[in-house]
């Protein structure tokens, strides 16, 4: 989107209905004829917390972090692992909250149903990630209607909104060279030289930043966006394959 299409985006109304754990999960929880299938979903009446994909760090395929697992808990959920087939005849979990999801199960409460059908590849871990680490797919449709709807004008244009930007990053932007801190203050006014230093910081994380510290004080230049633009040669994608054996 530019400038032009802006106007008419809006964010996508919130649906009527969010089903509960219970009622997303009843059939699949039975499915293997399981008794207590109705008076789990019956008790797992509230909303999942947000599904993660497990890392290498935590130890793979569980739940997600303590707060989370005793959320689960709270569902009927033993949020400790992921299991490999949804609980039998005459199953029973006297030391645990209840029954583990399985991927399958995991995947409906992150949006996957027979209308976004996917198949998710490897062992139960990594199928685990997969779906876990992935955008809900219910969310991504909706923001890219929304997104459509914009390039296509669709509908009544927003007034526009005034952007207020820091004026740190103004004067960067707006400089053909290097100023020094004594001129940033100068131009920004109001402020000292710690927080002139935090503004810079903050400034680094998003932007190339030259620091000229030659001079007596040191002098600024803003550079290039640093965010992936989807530029084919950028610098990320050597980055990304760099450290590719490390990400969960």
Not at 116 to 126: I, M
Not at 131 to 144: D, K, Q, S, T
Not at 150 to 170: C, F, I, Q, R, S
Request: proline share 8%; hydrophobic share 35%; with cysteine.
């Amino acid at each position: 989107m530019n400038e032009k299409d802006a106007p008419y985006f809006r964010w996508p109304d919130p649906v009527e209905h969010r089903p509960t754990v219970g009622e997303a999960l009843i059939d699949l929880m039975g499915a293997a004829k399981w008794e207590g299938a109705a008076k789990w979903a019956a008790n797992a009446n509230g909303i999942g917390p947000t599904i993660v994909g497990g890392s290498k760090k935590h130890g793979g395929a569980d739940l997600g972090p303590t707060r989370a697992k005793r959320a689960w808990a709270e569902l009927g959920v033993d949020a400790m692992g992921v299991a490999d087939e949804p609980p039998s005849p005459g199953a029973e979990f006297p030391d645990k909250p209840g029954p583990k999801l399985t991927c399958e199960m995991v995947a409906r409460i992150q949006g996957w149903s027979d209308e976004y059908k996917w198949t998710f590849t490897g062992r139960k871990t990594t199928k685990y990630r997969q779906i876990g680490n992935a955008f809900p797919p219910p969310v991504a449709e909706a923001v890219g209607k929304a997104i459509m709807r914009a390039l296509n004008h669709e509908g009544e244009p927003k007034a526009a909104v005034p952007v207020d930007h820091d004026p740190v990053y103004l004067n960067l932007r707006n400089a053909t060279g290097f100023l020094t801190q004594a001129q940033l203050l100068r131009a920004v006014g109001g402020i000292e030289v710690p927080e002139l230093e935090r503004r810079i910081g903050l400034l680094s994380r998003d932007f190339e930043l030259d620091i000229d510290e030659e001079r007596k004080e040191p002098a600024y230049r803003l550079g290039g966006f640093k965010a992936f633009l989807g530029q084919t040669d950028h610098n990320r994608h050597d980055v990304f394959q760099k450290n590719l054996s490390s990400i969960s």
